[in-house]
């Protein structure tokens, strides 16, 4: 088990690239500092990383990646959101 959280993160990476980094790590039970090295492809094992299907690996439900991505998606949207705010209330200050 503990050989296939790599591959796991790699395939979270792949397929969910909305998911932060302590996402992932929750999910597959890996710390962030693994999960970005292996972003970053800066792993001591990297090239010999194949994307495997934590689902699969029974490292998580698919359930679980499912919430995480909506709750991922909602941070996006929420931020957008916020910044798109922003621009307006700069805008109103630049006209005033």
Partial sequence: ????RPDAVL???????????GQIGKLVGSTKNTVTLIKNKKYWNSSNLSP???VVSNLCSQI????AADKADRRIARKKKE??????????????
Avoid: M
Wanted: glycine share 0%; net charge positive; charged share 40%.
């Fill in 83 to 96: 910044l798109e705010k922003a621009n307006r209330k700069a805008e109103v200050e630049n006209i005033s």
């Fill in 52 to 54: 495997k299907d934590p």
């Fill in 64 to 67: 679980d990646i499912q919430k």
């Fill in 11 to 21: 395939w979270l990476i792949k397929n969910y690239p909305q998911l932060t980094d």
């Fill in 1 to 4: 088990k503990r050989q296939d």
